[in-house]
């Protein structure tokens, strides 16, 4: 941020910005993470950045308009949130740029699962598996494998639903990738913990609580805890009716 701020550059200030407020996210800084997001917002522009995706891998500001969504919906703003990724996505279809199209459809089935709309969620997961398995994106793949399984499990196909789960969360490991496991891992444990199989979803958990301690991702930890709560309860439940 202060080599782009010094050399007066707007192209390297979108750059700072969206890298900064990405890392400020991960580490739960949610609003300052959403300020530095809605700052790249406003620098970048279509035509002059569409390049940049060939350098940087994705479209700038599809990637931050994401971010931003994010942001608004941990901070308690579920229609802003809404509007920012359905931007996201917009763009996204009208450039000539699979990854960032991939990028988009995945992340918009995400807020979609934070906001329990299934339907939505399903549609957008498929999208997104469709054109990763054409371009062969296996990243955004496991993604999506993750989240069509969530669907399902929300659907009342809880045992292909976890299977799905499972395969994704493997493929996603595959990869060399930890950023957002513990999320992942603790969408697997709540569905566990549906069909009863609380101590499976409490030793995910731990997992999950391990993975983020050691990489310092804090941005999901309080839902961990919260859900963790939720199957210690349904367990001590579970037991008493056991003795009963």
Known sequence: MSLARNAQDPALLLQAHRALGA????????GASKAHQEQAITLYESQQHRSYAFLYGIDLGVYCLTFAAYALWL?????????RV??????AQGLSHPYSLAFALAHSALLHQ???????????????IVVCTEQGFPYWLAMGTIL??????????????????????AAYR?????????YYISLLAE??????????????????????NKTEERWYEAELYH????????????SLESVV
């Open 174 to 182: 595959a990869t060399g990738a930890e950023l957002r496991r513990p």
């Open 23 to 30: 890392a400020l996210f991960y580490h739960g800084e949610v």
């Open 86 to 91: 359905q931007e996201a996505l917009t763009l």
């Open 227 to 238: 859900l963790k709560g939720d199957l210690i309860l349904q367990s001590r439940v579970q």
């Open 148 to 169: 069509r399984g969530w669907v399902l499990a929300e659907q009342g196909q809880e045992e292909e639903g976890i299977a799905q789960m499972v395969q994704g969360l």
């Open 75 to 83: 901070l308690g703003y579920p229609e802003q949130a809404l509007k």
């Open 191 to 212: 569905v566990c913990g549906k069909v009863g199989q609380t101590e499976e979803g409490l030793n995910m958990l731990a997992e999950a609580l391990d993975t983020a």
């Open 114 to 128: 934070y906001r329990r709309e299934v339907q939505a969620a399903q549609e957008q997961a498929e999208a997104a």
